[in-house]
């Protein structure tokens, strides 16, 4: 499956972006699916994870009550809303798919990557 992400910008603190994530392909509703973000000099870090029904979902606590993960499976899509953006949401952010049902914090539980779409937040 090929992911490709988009979406990110350059943002004022406490704005709003909404990324998203489409999937090509091998049949999208056969993985589960997760966002993570890399700031610069910084490790790869969890972000949001959605099961492969899209019941059930995960984030990491940084982010709980600002972001939103969704999928389409329609649209072979997958989204992140993003709310009230902090200067240390800052980061690129990454889409990845990876087979199972259940949802997953762990980079390494996920086979395919998106390239990275860059979120910017000023003050």
Request: hydrophobic fraction near 35%.
């Amino acid at each position: 499956v090929q992911l490709q992400a988009s979406g990110g910008g350059l943002v004022q603190a406490g704005g709003s972006l909404r990324l998203s994530c489409v999937a090509s392909g091998r049949t999208f509703s056969i993985y589960k699916m997760g966002w993570f973000r890399q700031a610069p000099g910084k490790e790869r870090e969890f972000v949001a994870a959605i099961s492969l029904s899209g019941v059930e979902t995960s984030y990491a606590d940084s982010v709980t009550g600002r972001f939103t993960i969704s999928r389409d499976h329609a649209k072979n899509t997958m989204y992140l809303s993003i709310n009230s953006l902090k200067r240390e949401d800052t980061a690129v952010y990454y889409c990845a798919a990876g087979y199972g049902s259940s949802w997953s914090s762990f980079p390494r539980e996920y086979e395919f990557w998106g390239q990275g779409t860059q979120v910017t937040v000023s003050s």
